[in-house]
């Protein structure tokens, strides 16, 4: 099987002022090549560091992917160190990169510099695929060793790694004769980790030789299940296989598993559900603060179905625009059933959609009591039910810090949506 | 000076469905108390893998934090390993954490299993550190090598690993004498990163000896410059002088610069901005969705001044809920100077604040137009002036996918907002 290594580049990453994206972006798309990717290492912008690295690397896996370390305000260390680990003597202008440059600038209103137009400059070692989203090429050196690695030096800002890897991708498929990975991942919500671990232990420990499974939690997706098959013979025989057994988790784990895929996510689902039902929706939002919205409005094609929402984070808001009752709030204070339930009719009537989400809670870390401790939540759902008008309303409690609350919040809230959705529950195969 | 290295265990890593936040979060702790982290690397669930690669890490480094591989669905894969590497003989179970273990288990209303038990059991070799947030122990490691290095073995769980580091980095503090990084970090925001560094290359250039500069763009928070310096003599004395080389910027980056400091971001001074006023805000959202609410709700204690706001993603909900006149949407469009201050106009009445800000754009990947193409925000902010009320509104153009524009949006949007606040302008230090 061929094995990847992908190098990080950046002093940002070692102070832990920047999260490195670009390497599981990058493992996604190689593993889409039926490429495993062994390791993950992120070093300093030291010429040092970098050669004695890419040396290790190179003469280890037959493809490394390196980013970092290249672009406007940077020496080019990068370049420089792969100009002396593949013996380069000299370097070339590559004209397709500099006209990218150009007009790049030229949108920006920018003219052309010293520093700007020297990014088109490449050892003579490296052939290049041209960077459409910024100014520095990605270079392609065939390292001629006994390993045979090709390495891929890319920019490193997230955006343009992923301008880039299309092409990658397809200059790696060009070069190696690659098998091809089957996986397929299920989505379930609402079974904690262990517990669903133990649930599916007999099914299991009854998957066919070749097949690895990968528990992967996840605060908005919830846990999902991927199984995978390496060196499979036939692509479709295999991912028949992985969908039988798949549906074996149906009876055991029932209307927790709510979608397959990579792309989805509850917010998809219900994206998905409404639209080709003609359905819309809106929200209320207290204690979520818009990230219930915004996480529905993260999915191209949410004006189809989401109308709008009321973040109605004070109490006056709750009672002036979504027509809370003040006695209610009065009675039983703002986390309560009859609040989220007076919330998410209100946001339905006052918007006039079908469906309607409401959340109402204590994110932390101050706002708790003893009879609601900060990770409290109310959620309620308000749907259409034979021409009336249904409410499912449901109390729940983390124990998180605030950013979490809000946002196990916000996903059980989207999880309780789609639950009263049509075809929401139990996604068979 | 002292370097660390930090190994994170996951087959989930390497196949990219979990990004690395860990090692950042770990970067920045350890840089705190001085120590230099000069390499971070992910490996699989894997003996042979485990055991190759903290050989190598402790031989090389005082400092090695590990994470991952522990926890009731594994099978417990590190703590074998690291058995094996110190030479362990056999096990012994920490009573403290198997405590614990009784609690959170009791807690969340399960009951006490051998997977759950065995958890409390490590190497004897190993000391602990008890993790109050899950079921798995830290474990510390003598490595007793020409290195002298300390090897940690937290959990995989971020929430788990926020929990523990304060001990952690206790407990380092005890074993190693230890200087101190200086460093400071300045925020600006509305300058792109590669103007930014031709304006300020002067300075930069004139930078005393052993101050390192980094550029740190971000799409929420602007680019922020980090300064810091390494093995200063005296901790105060060089801060002082950090601080008087970032004054140097002031005339230079004027309004640009927001703040200072690791925790700072355009929220947090908006927050801060407005609470110490007694000043009061809310938020009307096209294109962002809900974003903007959320990046101020995500600050704690966002409910002293943030009173709520309207999602208005169909123009319906911008003309029954903003009272945004239909005849501005028909001869304007939603996405126009007009709309933009109707609807902060609209928002500050019905909800009743002393500012407001409102977005509506098209953050793609359709509905882009030759006029108003994908990337088109208009922004407005209304504000107190002089016992009338002020509106400013500016377009903006951005050219990137959904989720980046969204995020771009959002920023831009709390940028303009904080250039009306009192003293939002220009930081002096």
Same mark, same amino acid.
């Given at each position: ?89 000299? #370097?070339?202008?590559?004209? &397709? ?25 490449? =050892? ?30 890319? =920019? ?21 004769r690659l098998g091809r990975i089957c996986h397929e991942t299920m989505l379930t919500f609402g079974i904690a980790e262990s517990t669903l671990a ?18 992967? =939690?996840? =605060? ?34 029932? %209307? ?7 792309? $989805?996510?509850?917010? $998809?689902?219900? &994206?998905?559900?409404?639209?080709? %039902? ?80 409401? #959340? ?54 989207? %999880? ?14």
């Amino acid at each position: 099987m061929n094995k990847a290594a992908v190098c990080t580049i950046g002093d940002e990453l070692l102070i832990g002022q920047v999260t490195d994206t670009n390497s599981p972006y990058i493992a996604k798309e190689l593993n889409r090549l039926g490429i495993k990717v062994d390791t993950m290492v992120s070093i300093a912008d030291d010429t040092g560091a970098i050669l004695a690295c890419l040396k290790k690397l190179t003469e280890k896996y037959r493809i490394v992917i390196v980013t970092g370390g290249l672009g406007p305000t940077r020496d080019d260390i990068t370049k420089k160190a792969l100009g002396i680990l593949t013996g380069s003597g000299s #370097t070339y202008i590559h004209q &397709g990169q500099l006209s990218v440059i150009h007009e790049l600038l030229a949108s920006r209103g920018i003219s052309l510099e010293g520093k700007n137009h020297d990014q088109a400059s490449v =050892p003579d070692t490296a052939s290049v695929i041209v960077n459409r989203r910024g100014t520095a090429p990605c270079m392609v050196f065939d390292m001629h060793g006994a390993s045979a690695s090709i390495l891929y030096s890319l =920019p490193g800002v997230p955006y343009e790694v992923e301008g880039l890897m299309p092409d990658v991708s397809d200059d790696i498929v060009k070069r190696l004769r690659l098998g091809r990975i089957c996986h397929e991942t299920m989505l379930t919500f609402g079974i904690a980790e262990s517990t669903l671990a133990d649930m599916i232990e007999d099914w299991e420990q009854k998957l066919p030789e070749g097949f690895r499974l990968a528990y992967l =939690p996840d =605060p908005i997706k919830g846990v999902r299940l991927r199984l995978s098959v390496y060196d499979s013979e036939n692509y479709e025989d295999c991912m028949k296989k992985i969908r039988a057994e798949f549906s074996k988790l149906v009876p055991v784990l029932g %209307n927790a598993i709510y979608g397959f895929g990579d792309e $989805t996510s509850l917010q $998809t689902v219900i &994206g998905h559900i409404l639209s080709s %039902n003609r359905k819309t929706l809106s929200v209320a939002e207290s204690c979520t603060g818009g990230t219930v919205s915004s996480l529905i409005t993260s999915v191209p094609g949410a004006s189809r179905f989401f109308y709008g929402g009321v973040v109605s984070y004070h109490n006056k808001v709750k009672a002036d625009t979504l027509n809370v009752p003040e006695h209610i709030i009065a009675r039983y204070g703002a986390v309560s059933r009859e609040c989220a339930e007076a919330m998410a009719l209100g946001v339905m009537k006052a918007i006039g959609t079908d469906y309607s989400v409401a #959340t109402t809670g204590i994110a932390g870390p101050g706002g708790g009591s003893a009879d609601k401790p900060v990770g409290t939540v109310w959620i309620a759902v308000a749907f259409p039910d034979n021409g009336k008008t249904g409410i499912k309303s449901q109390c729940f409690r983390f124990n998180s810090d605030r950013t979490s609350n809000i946002r196990r919040f916000s996903a059980t809230a989207l %999880n309780m949506l789609r639950l009263v959705l049509p075809a929401g529950q139990v996604q068979a195969l």
